[in-house]
């Protein structure tokens, strides 16, 4: 029969392989995400600098034609959406989450942009500035929350690609 110190270490001896496979496998699972393969750091860089150009067009587009076009602004984020499923493997679960935020919170100023009146509309054009005096208040809420969304989604997405 083993003694206190035999035992210790014969359990020690045990339960340290058994942790540090966890954390291995932990550390992998969090690496790899849920779409089943690690992305490499240039594809990675590739997917965030191709993303960040088209939110970028898609949000400065949607500025100049806000009074102008409601049906290719709905066109564009329809494309910017077909974009985002092609390069969101390459890219980690928070990332994803916060391009799907900011995606959300264009689709939401979009909608506002259609049902709203064209005042404070020219003013959201004329400034890139926020928030807009007078207009709709779910429409300010809603810009602002963008605002918001695309400063959290330039971090994200130049922390992968830096050189913006």
């Keep these: 029969m083993p003694d206190q110190n035999n035992l210790a270490v014969l359990l020690l001896g045990l339960i340290a392989p058994l942790l540090v496979a966890a954390y291995g496998f932990y550390r992998w699972r969090h690496r790899v995400g849920p779409v089943g393969f690690a992305p490499s750091d240039d594809s990675r860089r590739k997917a965030a600098e191709t993303l960040w150009t088209i939110l970028e067009d898609v949000n400065f587009r949607m500025r100049e034609t ?49 049902d709203t009146d064209s005042a404070p509309i020219i003013e959201w054009v004329d400034s890139a500035t926020l928030p807009i005096a007078g207009g ?10 963008l605002a918001r969304q695309r400063e959290s989604v330039k971090r994200a997405l130049l922390k992968v690609a830096p050189g913006e």
């Design 136 to 145: 709709d208040a779910r429409l300010l809420s809603a810009l602002q929350d």
């Design 66 to 114: 806000a009074c102008a076009s409601r049906q290719r602004t709905q066109q564009r984020l329809r494309e910017v959406n077909a974009v985002f499923v092609q390069q969101a493997r390459h890219l980690d679960h928070r990332d994803r989450a916060c391009v799907r935020s900011y995606l959300a919170s264009l689709h939401r100023v979009a909608a506002l942009l259609r």
